[in-house]
């Protein structure tokens, strides 16, 4: 993993504690809205499943596992505007904005994908609150590991992380359906 540009902001190690300490004390959470947040860096995938149609930005050089095993490069979402939702099986705002993420993700699935990157929890509860919500057609990445949500600097969930056509993070935050419903049809146009 590569290292965070520094903006002032707590970096490497101390974000880590910082994570932990976090989330072990935190519900779900509806935190303040970070606009333009720093772009994360790290490692490029050699495993494309389509190659990109241009360069990848930093903020779309990770890879993962999807919940259903497949390989996931999100290098082969550059040059269109994405969606990362941070979410916890656990958690109730989650639950609440699922409804929402499933309704309006297939109509935006080719022009803004939303990918759920899931974490604090065990496999089989990301499994069944897919199933629960009908999530499964929108990628959803296994993250118990809490790589993707450190590399964004995600401290809470629900959370947001919406990258522009360039690669810049635009949002980091908490939305709520309508707040999401409107960016996503925004940058679809």
């Given at each position: 993993?590569?290292?965070?540009?520094?903006?002032?902001r707590v970096t490497g190690?101390?974000?880590?504690?910082?994570?932990?300490?976090?989330?072990?004390?935190?519900?779900?959470?509806?935190?303040?809205?970070?606009?333009?947040?720093?772009?994360?860096?790290?490692?490029?995938?050699?495993?494309?499943?389509?190659?990109?149609?241009?360069?990848?930005?930093?903020?779309?050089?990770?890879?993962?596992?999807?919940?259903?095993?497949?390989?996931?490069?999100?290098?082969t979402l550059a040059g269109?505007?994405?969606?990362?939702?941070?979410?916890?099986?656990?958690?109730?705002?989650?639950?609440?904005?699922?409804?929402?993420?499933?309704?309006?993700?297939?109509?935006?699935?080719?022009?803004?994908?939303?990918?759920?990157?899931?974490?604090?929890?065990?496999?089989?509860?990301?499994?069944?609150?897919?199933?629960?919500?009908?999530?499964?057609?929108?990628?959803?990445?296994?993250?118990?590991?809490?790589?993707?949500?450190?590399?964004?600097?995600?401290?809470?969930?629900?959370?947001?992380?919406?990258?522009?056509?360039?690669?810049?993070?635009?949002?980091?935050?908490?939305?709520?359906?309508?707040?999401?419903?409107?960016?996503?049809?925004?940058?679809?146009?």
């Amino acid at each position: 993993m590569g290292s965070v540009p520094r903006t002032g902001r707590v970096t490497g190690a101390v974000t880590a504690a910082l994570l932990a300490a976090v989330l072990a004390t935190a519900g779900c959470g509806t935190g303040p809205d970070a606009e333009a947040a720093p772009q994360a860096g790290g490692p490029a995938s050699a495993t494309a499943s389509s190659p990109s149609t241009g360069p990848v930005p930093d903020t779309l050089r990770f890879t993962g596992t999807t919940l259903d095993g497949a390989a996931f490069d999100a290098a082969t979402l550059a040059g269109r505007p994405v969606v990362l939702w941070f979410w916890a099986p656990w958690c109730a705002t989650c639950a609440s904005q699922a409804w929402t993420i499933a309704e309006i993700e297939p109509g935006f699935r080719e022009t803004v994908p939303i990918i759920g990157v899931a974490g604090l929890g065990e496999r089989k509860a990301m499994t069944d609150f897919v199933t629960e919500f009908e999530l499964g057609p929108m990628p959803q990445i296994e993250d118990r590991e809490g790589v993707i949500w450190r590399r964004f600097e995600v401290v809470e969930q629900s959370t947001f992380v919406i990258i522009d056509r360039d690669g810049r993070i635009i949002h980091q935050g908490w939305l709520d359906g309508e707040d999401l419903t409107r960016r996503v049809t925004a940058l679809a146009t």
